[in-house]
């Protein structure tokens, strides 16, 4: 049996006031040198000492500065490395304008293979994360694996198992065996937590912190 945990990053510092890239990728760049705000980090290292989060073999991550910052409080606790594999990094959102990110959530939600240019879908994302899953289970890194990714990305490797409805507002809701595993509010202290046997799914579960 195989325990892989799926985690997004703890509290970001607010990215539209405190960084500025003068550049044609500024918005890309943006997100990923996003970094944690003080009650983030300290959040993030309140965290790391609890039992959910103990016993780790293996912690992967994303290459986006929040991620990173969140894993290293909890590769600190559990005396394991960082493994950076971009296969877990956010949807590229792409070329947004005049369109709101919340319009682009909803029609992508509606629609796995739409995108914007420049941009990914979450058939894309879906793809992509999912081959990086795959190979981390045939490697047979360990009994207990930690990935920090994020919300949309981590939503897109649910979708291979998980039924999908969505509420009043549009937003994507998963369950799993008629047990809720995301309902629009997915932030830092839920943990979704997938059973292997090999590479076959068991059962998924969302754990509170």
Not at 37 to 46: H, Y
Not at 86 to 91: A, K, M, P, S
Not at 114 to 132: D, I, T
Request: proline residues 1%.
């Amino acid at each position: 049996m195989t325990e892989v945990y799926l985690m997004t990053s703890a509290e970001l510092y607010d990215k539209d006031n405190l960084i500025t890239i003068n550049n044609r990728d500024s918005k890309i760049i943006t997100s990923e040198k996003a970094f944690l705000s003080v009650s983030g980090e300290k959040e993030a290292e309140e965290l790391s000492k609890n039992k959910s989060l103990q016993g780790f073999d293996a912690i992967y991550s994303s290459n986006y500065v929040r991620t990173l910052e969140t894993a290293k409080y909890i590769a600190l606790e559990n005396n394991t490395v960082i493994h950076i594999d971009d296969r877990f990094n956010e949807r590229i959102i792409g070329d947004l304008e005049p369109m709101e990110v919340s319009e682009l959530r909803v029609l992508q939600a509606k629609n796995f293979d739409f995108k914007l240019p420049n941009g990914e879908s979450l058939n894309e994302v879906k793809k992509r994360s999912q081959k990086a899953l795959k190979e981390l289970l045939n490697n047979e890194i360990g009994n207990k694996v930690l990935i920090l990714s994020h919300p949309i990305t981590i939503m897109a490797i649910l979708t291979t198992w998980c039924e999908m409805g969505f509420n009043f507002e549009s937003d994507m809701i998963l369950s799993y065996n008629d047990k809720t595993i995301v309902d629009s509010n997915f932030n830092f202290s839920n943990i979704i937590k997938l059973e292997f046997e090999d590479t076959n799914l068991v059962n998924v579960e969302s754990i509170e912190l």
